[in-house]
């Protein structure tokens, strides 16, 4: 079965560090674009961050220089390890994969994890 | 960076109507890169429509999406008791960032 489990979230005082982890089982993330989408208390949903097979990365004006999206490929996970954190990244942060059509990258998420809450509070 | 914005905010109808959401682009959207997501309380979100008008897999052809350039819509043909639920667009653009709109909620009427 294809799937996402994150981990690592949890209560934590503004300016300090958290790493979420996100182990996928039935497919390969290396192989796969796969992406952190957080959303707020009650609000919508917000790109984080993307990591291509190539190993290529891209951020969200609001985590660039804080954020940094990572893989091990022995461990078959994905992880975001967040620095300087503040009080606007309280969210649920889910973890996603990146779909691919007849090879070619749909840019659209088709299977998503269940998410891990942060909170950033002191 | 574009911004999506999605009307109207909440939608208000009863099972087996008709329901009409719209997404609207600031700047022009590759029709490839547009999907749309449904999202229930508690719940991660899930793929609907891809490439503007692509289902995912499993998804009933009660869902259809349409539009291009900066305007795209998704259709619930007859709504489901469990399509009552919040739905967002979400886009791909030259920047190779992703933005997802700010959602539309149908709701019971």
């Known amino acids: 079965e294809v799937q996402l489990v994150e981990s690592g979230g949890g209560l934590v005082q503004p300016g300090g560090s958290l790493r979420l982890s996100c182990a996928a089982s039935?497919?390969?993330?290396?192989?796969?674009?796969m992406s952190w989408v957080r959303q707020a208390p009650g609000k919508g949903l917000e790109w984080v961050s993307v990591?291509?097979?190539?190993?290529?990365?891209y951020y969200a004006d609001s985590v660039k220089g804080r954020f940094t999206i990572s893989r091990d490929n022995s461990k078959n996970t994905l992880y975001l390890q967040m620095n300087s954190l503040r009080a606007e990244d309280t969210a649920v942060y889910y973890c996603?994969?990146?779909?691919?059509?007849?090879?070619?990258?749909?840019?659209?998420?088709?299977?998503w994890g269940q998410g891990t809450m942060v909170t950033v509070s002191s | 960076e574009i911004v999506l914005t999605q009307s109207p905010g909440t939608l208000s109808l009863s099972p087996g109507e008709r329901a009409t959401l719209s997404c609207r682009a600031s700047?022009?959207?590759?029709?490839?890169?547009l999907a749309w997501y449904q999202q229930k309380p508690g719940q991660a979100p899930r793929l609907l429509i891809y490439?503007?008008?692509s289902r995912a897999t499993g998804i009933p052809d009660r869902f259809s999406g349409s539009g291009s350039g900066t305007d795209f819509t998704l259709t619930i043909s007859r709504l489901e008791p469990e399509d009552f639920a919040v739905y967002y667009c979400?886009?791909?653009?030259?920047?190779?960032?992703?933005?997802f709109g700010p959602g539309t909620k149908v709701d019971i009427k």
């Open positions: 700047q022009s959207v590759s029709s490839s890169y």
């Open positions: 039935g497919f390969t993330v290396s192989s796969n674009y």
């Open positions: 490439g503007a008008s």
């Open positions: 979400q886009q791909y653009g030259s920047s190779r960032l992703f933005t």
């Open positions: 996603a994969r990146g779909g691919v059509v007849l090879r070619y990258p749909t840019k659209a998420f088709d299977i």
């Open positions: 990591i291509y097979s190539g190993g290529s990365t």
